[in-house]
């Protein structure tokens, strides 16, 4: 198998990834399941950042390396927006909380709305992988 066959199903797999966070995120939000949901929505965002990141032939082995880069080489460049920008930081914050600090809670609205602009985000960032 080629390099470049390779790239493209790894690319096309976090894709995929992202598409299975997002659903999985609504359905964690049905349940009832915040934390989990919002691990989930951020999920989505990795996934797709990480699948543009890759294409670029940038990979990374930590989520603050993906962090930094997609703001290196996506936000400054403005190929996303900075409140894009803003909403991947907002999530990764949110998700080590939930993830990682006891008694953490969300609120639906917030979740909600989170879930909207992720939908948006992995479309946008989708957009950019050739």
């Known amino acids: 198998m080629s390099e470049k066959r390779n790239l493209k ?3 096309q797999y976090w894709i995929e990834k992202a598409n299975d966070s997002l659903s999985a995120a609504e359905d964690e939000l049905k349940a ?18 990480s699948a543009v990141l890759l294409q670029r ?3 990374f082995t930590k989520h603050s390396g ?11 460049t403005g190929q996303v927006t900075r ?21 953490v809670h ?3 609205e917030q ?8 939908s948006e985000f992995v479309k946008a960032v989708r957009a950019l992988i050739k």
């Open 106 to 108: 969300f609120e639906k």
């Open 66 to 76: 993906v962090r930094i880069a997609f703001h290196q080489h996506l936000v400054k």
């Open 57 to 59: 032939k940038l990979k």
């Open 9 to 11: 199903e790894v690319v």
């Open 83 to 103: 409140e894009q920008g803003q909403l991947y930081d907002e999530l990764f914050e949110a998700r080590l909380r939930g993830d990682y600090i006891e008694l």
């Open 32 to 49: 009832g399941r915040f934390s989990f949901t919002v691990n989930r929505i951020y999920y989505a965002c990795f996934y797709i950042v």
């Open 111 to 118: 979740i909600e709305e989170w879930l909207k602009q992720v």
